[in-house]
């Protein structure tokens, strides 16, 4: 049964970092395409933030946290991380990280996804 849990999150004044973590099981992650990391603020779509290709490493951004978050993977652990600085009030949200089976266009989207975490809530206060 494939399972993803997030943790890390948490409240965090504007400026701070966070670090999250996402650990997979239930399956090796040479069978992913893609892993990917996603928000949802209340009130709003969830959107995609950055993905990273399991093969390669090759990593997309979203144009609102590209420069402030950092996407990585230890495949060895199976855990997918997301390193979050520079954090804005705006950031606050519902954290979720997803698992991509098949190759996809965009890695941005929801459609990508066939797996997804429980997600992680992190507050960032100004």
């Known amino acids: 049964q494939v399972q993803l849990v997030e943790s890390g999150g948490g409240s965090v004044q504007a400026g701070g970092s966070l670090r999250l973590s996402c650990a997979a099981s239930?399956?090796?992650?040479?069978?992913?395409?893609?892993m990917g990391w996603f928000r949802q603020a209340p009130g709003k779509e969830r959107e995609g933030l950055a993905a990273?290709?399991?093969?390669?490493?090759?990593?997309y951004y979203d144009d609102s946290v590209k420069g402030r978050f950092t996407i990585s993977q230890d495949n060895a652990k199976n855990t997918l991380y997301l390193q979050m600085n520079s954090l804005k009030p705006e950031d606050t949200a519902v954290y979720y990280c997803?698992?991509?089976?098949?190759?996809?266009?965009?890695?941005?989207?929801?459609?990508?996804?066939?797996?997804w975490g429980q997600g992680t809530q992190v507050t960032v206060s100004s």
């Open positions: 997803a698992a991509a089976f098949e190759h996809c266009s965009n890695t941005r989207s929801r459609a990508c996804y066939n797996y």
């Open positions: 239930g399956y090796a992650s040479s069978y992913t395409s893609y």
């Open positions: 990273i290709r399991t093969s390669g490493g090759t990593t």
